[in-house]
């Protein structure tokens, strides 16, 4: 199985995808459990509501320029945990619990959710959420590294995409340590319709 990947790897992790070309089907696994140095990513489950809820769903500050609102109670965060459990019954579906090894309980989520028109043209557009205790110690950049390199080696994505507000430039600069470059502009409106955001838009196509 292939090292895994580093900021520094990278790059070599993206010419070993092009080596083995593009004509290929994907082979969906579904959201197993995955490993990195400080992290566990594993599906979500209901179980998961209070920590959840504590840790990252109802604070404002983490939702401000996400397309969820904060939730308001458990119970609301146990309902989308439902959602997610649902979702895993299609091997298609790639979204994962971050737990830190050192602390046992999820911190945040991370999906790559899968769009496209055809089996071999299929993008994973990336989100993340991760509670602000632990904001700035580079574990979503981890994450979101340990996922791709998943999707790409074992799943054959080659294709990454995703956006985030600019008043919100730490969440570029994981897109970036994962490879993904700016290539524009866009905007993107929340859940309920409210809230619209003005965007920059990363892709990586291998």
Known sequence: RPARLTNRAV?????????EGDGHMLHHTGSVRLESGRLILRPLTTADAEAAFANWTSDARVA??????????????RSWLAQCEQDYRKPCHYEWAIVPKTAGVPIGSIS?????????????????????????????????????EHLIHTV????????HAPDNPASGAVMRHA??????????TSF???????SLVYRLDL
């Open 192 to 198: 309920d319709g409210a809230r619209t955001f003005p």
């Open 112 to 148: 790559l959710r899968l769009q496209g028109d055809g089996p071999s043209r299929e993008a994973a557009d990336v989100g993340y959420a991760i509670g602000r205790a632990w904001w700035g110690q580079g574990l979503v950049t981890e994450a979101l590294i340990c996922a791709m």
């Open 11 to 19: 790059s070599v992790t993206i010419l070993s995808a092009l080596q």
């Open 179 to 188: 490879g993904l470059r700016c290539v524009g502009r866009g905007s993107y």
């Open 64 to 77: 401000r320029f996400m397309r969820w609102n904060p939730h308001t109670s458990v119970e609301e965060t």
């Open 156 to 163: 054959g994505v080659r294709h990454f995409t995703g956006e």
